[in-house]
């Protein structure tokens, strides 16, 4: 009983995780922003960051914009997808736009 000693407190397992949420980004984020700039850019349109959707494994992204805009971005699909490419590198950039 000498040795004895309160237990310490059990931490949460969302603390366990905290220095890693500093440092690493996920690409899904970077790349949705990325692509709200490119279509700012290119067709001068403001789409906002919660109207895009990327999906990592097939390397999709899915705009939740009305019809006639998105008529419209695929007429500048070409270009979107090469300044992607340019700027995020061919591992990272989206292959298709839905």
Known sequence: ME???????MKKIGDLFERYKK??????????????LVIKEITGFDVSFDQIEYTVSTRS???KVPSILKSELKFHHPSILKLLVERLGVDVAPKNIF
């Open 23 to 36: 440092h690493f980004k996920a690409p899904q984020a970077s790349v949705e922003k990325e692509c709200v």
């Open 61 to 63: 992204l899915y705009l």
């Open 3 to 9: 040795n004895y000693s309160t237990p310490r407190p």
